[in-house]
């Protein structure tokens, strides 16, 4: 019995250090400077979700700017050098809240990924944060855009 116990502990912390080192793939978590979040719960306001940019983020303050005043329509828009950092953006429908986070890999591809909650009605949920730009060269696959 102590030996069958040893051999499951043992497969056990194998399976996981594999687990882990699979994991890893040259892809570290990337720290969410400053993040914020919302929704917009008044269905003749659903169209504002198509502000959000199809890329999954903004790198330039005109855009940012046009999200802001639209989503957060009481808060001043925050300053943010668009030269070292990107803002992240993700949209969830329905009254939902959601968060961002998002790793990068050893080539400089930033990949988004985001959880949400799942509450039907009208409306949407949004996420916008703030990372830090350096070694990142492309987003989802796709190379960064100019700044607009």
């Known amino acids: 019995m102590h030996r069958w116990s040893l051999l499951l502990c043992a497969a056990l912390f194998a399976g996981l250090a594999v687990s882990v080192s699979g994991q890893g793939g ?3 978590e990337v720290k969410i400077e400053k993040a914020w979040t919302g ?3 008044e269905k003749d ?3 504002l979700r198509k502000l959000a940019p199809a890329l999954g ?9 046009t999200i802001w005043k639209a989503w957060r329509t009481e808060d001043k828009v925050p300053e943010v050098d668009f030269s070292t ?10 009254p939902n809240e959601m968060k ?3 790793v990068a890999d050893d080539q400089g591809n930033l990949t988004i990924k985001s959880v949400a909650t799942l509450v039907g009605g009208p409306g949407f949920g949004y996420a916008l944060v703030q990372v830090d730009r350096d070694g990142i060269k492309s987003v989802q696959g796709k190379p960064l855009q100019k700044d607009e």
Do not use: C, D, N, Q
């Open 85 to 94: 950092k990107l803002i992240l953006v993700g949209t969830v429908s329905g």
């Open 57 to 65: 983020y903004v790198s330039g303050p005109k855009a940012f700017a």
């Open 39 to 41: 929704r917009i719960v």
């Open 100 to 102: 961002l986070s998002a």
């Open 26 to 28: 040259g892809k570290k």
């Open 45 to 47: 306001k659903e169209p």
